[in-house]
């Protein structure tokens, strides 16, 4: 399972979603890009799969190349 987390700055108010990321299917071997639009102050991004935080995954875009069945969920 992949989620985001989004926050934002301390004392920057409230984080909206305005956006969520969709479920996506493709074939193998073909690119994929995951996008949220938020809204708020000093806002921070983090994608995750099955628990774990992706590295380099930090920002309001996640793109794939080349997509795999590993990377299923």
Same mark, same amino acid.
Request: glycine content about 16%.
């Given at each position: 399972?992949?989620?985001?987390?989004?926050?934002?700055? @301390? +004392?920057? &108010?409230?984080?909206?979603?305005?956006?969520?990321?969709? %479920?996506?299917?493709?074939? *193998?071997?073909?690119?994929?890009?995951?996008?949220?639009?938020a @809204? +708020?102050? &000093?806002?921070?991004?983090?994608w995750?799969?099955?628990? %774990?935080?992706?590295?380099? *995954?930090?920002?309001?875009?996640?793109?794939?190349?080349?997509?795999?069945?590993?990377q299923?969920?």
């Amino acid at each position: 399972m992949a989620k985001l987390i989004v926050g934002g700055s @301390s +004392g920057s &108010g409230s984080v909206s979603i305005i956006s969520q990321p969709v %479920s996506r299917s493709v074939e *193998a071997g073909q690119n994929v890009t995951f996008s949220v639009t938020a @809204s +708020g102050a &000093g806002l921070t991004y983090q994608w995750f799969k099955d628990g %774990s935080a992706i590295a380099g *995954a930090i920002g309001p875009d996640y793109p794939i190349t080349n997509v795999q069945a590993a990377q299923a969920g």
